[in-house]
């Protein structure tokens, strides 16, 4: 069985609320060790958001701006991806490579946790187990990540055409494989079959 989100998570998650100043996510930070924080939704139905070391760093730091006039809510992510607690942890770490993120909270009803590329490579069973997902999941997949590249890079750009090229290349280990398996069964028929029709080589 693939291992979850909820086994490898880390469950104490410290949040900010959006109106705090950057200054005060920075002390919080520093003080717990932590790369980001979660932001607190603002009603009910408002989504999670989350602030990273990086956005601090990219967006605060780099212009020289005041991090005790900036507010946690001009920098952060919102909303930020989440994963559900049952989702398989090769999903999660393809989620992450596709969305380019590092880590997301954990949420199911309510905040549960939050998983991040450490959590994976330090707590998971991928390199005893690795599971590699069935190669048709794998194309759809690849499928989804070329209408995204050349819809964000246009139909004509080289990202769109590697991207497409992934899928080609995913497709023909597919149908190798589909031939490999149809061969050998054709081979054990004839090996039961000799004088079969069918099964005589005729030399060019």
Known sequence: MMMKAEE?????????????????????MKDKSLRALIVEPRTQDDPYGMVTETDIIYKVAAY??????????????????VVNPELGVEYVARLFANTRIRRAPVIKGGLLGIISISDILNKSDFVEKPKDMFLEDRIEAAREDARAICAEKGDTSRECAAAWDVVEELQAESSRQRSQKKLSSFQAYCEENPGAEECRIYED
């Open 64 to 81: 020289g701006k005041d991090p005790k006039q900036i507010r946690v809510y001009e920098i952060m992510t919102k909303p930020c991806i």
């Open 8 to 28: 490898i998570m880390t469950k104490e998650v410290v949040t900010i609320r959006g109106s705090a100043t950057v200054a005060e996510a920075v002390r919080l």
